[in-house]
């Protein structure tokens, strides 16, 4: 089954942020937990120095009004702006219990509190859990030290007395006292629950708007895909024309552009093919009318008998004619669509020049035409097929040698890229005539096939080259540029 990309980044993006929600959740659900821990301890520590200061307080008036102390009300304590409540006891160094505030239920709780009040004993406030093995309390054990005597003890009923502390542990400051606080940890929870509850709903407000915001922008993403796609459809039935046109400043408007590029050359091909058919239909109908016509006439006797000779020496002309079309037309094939057809080699590209002047120096002769050569001394080195470069230097300075007055130059120059250039002094080009003279079939007054620049165009664009037409001072001028070795 089918997907559609849109569906994909949309998938995609979903569990991305929902992967991302639930990692933050749980990071937000411990930090939230360390935070009401750490907003407890610090809420206990506080709420421990005015203990001490009350303890102190009723120690001071139990010794000067000889009155008894009248016990400490116990208050909510305060974290994250939630009502908590705390439950204390002060211990002596003799394990003696001083104060309390612990309800009856919890008493057998605090079986273990004798290590909470020997932690704080050794010199430091002590926090953690209590007790250790299953814990129930959040505590704060804060050790501080009252020189006066305590003749009362605020004890309720039911409390013990007296805690078992190690021996020695009184020799540490007989006047040393530890408050220890303690709050439930089901308090806590609870105030974690509801901060988290809350968060947790900003969390999933944010989660829909992130969902509703990326549907919308996966659809926005993806709606030049369908555009392009109906394009494409289009243009598999070869309509050409209504190119999408995208302007969205990322890779969607770069794709859409290359697609246009596509499509135009995809119609120039396509024209061109139409072009060549119409040519090539008519060039090869011209020899095969004039064998048939000929041909029909010796036949039924038109022609006298003195002229059969005549006759097919037109006919002999006529075949030869259609056959080195034929061969151009299958050789121009060959090397626009195969590439086994060519083998690269380094080669001195001031050879190739001299070498093709030979060739075409007959021709040049013929019509009395010099071809002046400027090569430099020193070799120009190009991968090149050494045969097939020969072919398209012989068509070029065959063209300009048909076309040329007196004199053919042929100049090879150094650099990147490397250039020959073939000039006469001919009449040049009539009208526009260099857009379309590597055009197949295309030929003006002198020209013969009409295939033999469009082959010299196959065999350098096949070297990773170029060749182009422009006119000259006088004459035409061609140009060769290929990369150098």
């Known amino acids: 089954m089918k997907a559609s990309i849109a569906l994909k980044v ?10 991302s929600l639930g990692l933050a959740g749980i990071l937000t659900n411990r930090a939230i937990q360390n935070y009401v821990i750490s907003v407890t301890r610090a809420s206990l520590i506080a709420d421990g120095g005015q203990v001490i200061r009350q303890f102190e307080g009723y ?31 002060v211990v002596d160094p003799s394990g003696t219990i001083l104060w309390n505030t612990f309800a009856p239920d919890d008493f057998p709780l605090l079986s273990h509190v004798r290590d909470v009040v020997i932690q704080a004993l050794h010199g430091a406030t002590a926090t953690g859990l209590y007790p250790a093995t299953d814990p129930v309390f959040e505590f704060v054990a804060i050790p501080f030290t009252y020189n006066e005597q305590v003749p009362f003890s605020l004890v309720r009923p039911g409390m013990p007395r007296q805690l ?12 040393t006292k530890v408050v220890a606080l303690f709050t439930r940890i089901s308090d806590l929870q609870r105030i974690t629950s509801q901060i988290w509850m809350a968060v947790a709903q900003g969390l999933l407000i944010a989660s829909l708007i992130t969902a509703i915001v990326g549907v919308i922008l996966a659809r926005r993403l993806m709606r030049p895909a369908a555009t392009i796609k109906q394009a494409i459809l289009r243009v598999r039935e070869r309509d050409f024309t209504d190119i999408p046109v995208i302007r969205t400043g990322d890779e969607w408007e770069d794709f859409a552009t290359a697609f246009a590029e596509m499509v135009r050359s995809l119609q120039a091909f396509d024209d061109g093919q139409k072009h060549f058919l119409q040519n090539a239909s008519h060039e090869l109908k011209t020899p095969l009318m004039a064998i048939r016509g000929y041909a029909e006439g010796l036949r039924d006797g038109v022609f006298e008998p003195s002229e059969s000779f005549r006759i097919l020496d037109i006919i002999a002309q006529e075949s030869v004619r259609l056959k080195s079309l034929v061969d151009e037309l299958i050789y121009l094939s060959k090397l626009e669509t195969l590439e086994a057809v060519y083998t690269f080699v380094p080669y001195d590209l001031a050879l190739l020049v001299y070498t093709t002047i030979e060739r075409v120096h007959p021709i040049a002769k013929e019509r009395g035409v010099h071809i002046l050569p400027d090569v430099p001394d020193e070799p120009v080195y190009a991968l090149v097929d050494r045969d097939k470069v020969v072919q398209a230097l012989l068509n070029l300075m065959a063209n300009a040698v048909r076309h040329a007055r007196r004199q053919v130059f042929v100049r090879l120059t150094h650099g990147n890229p490397v250039r020959i250039i073939v000039e006469d002094d001919g009449d040049g080009f009539q009208g526009d005539d260099e857009v379309h003279v590597f055009e197949r079939f295309f030929h003006g007054a002198k020209g013969e096939t009409g295939l033999g620049l469009p082959i010299a165009k196959a065999i350098i664009e096949k070297h990773r080259g170029q060749v182009t037409a422009e006119r000259a001072s006088v004459g035409a001028r061609f140009v060769i540029s290929l990369p150098p070795l």
């Open 59 to 89: 120690g001071r008036a139990y010794t000067t009004q000889k009155r008894g102390a009248s016990g400490s009300a116990q208050t909510p304590l305060t974290v994250a702006a939630q009502s908590v409540q705390r439950e204390y006891i």
């Open 10 to 19: 949309v998938v995609v993006y979903l569990i991305i942020v929902v992967g």
């Open 164 to 175: 078992t502390l190690p021996y020695g542990s009184e020799t540490i400051e007989k006047n």
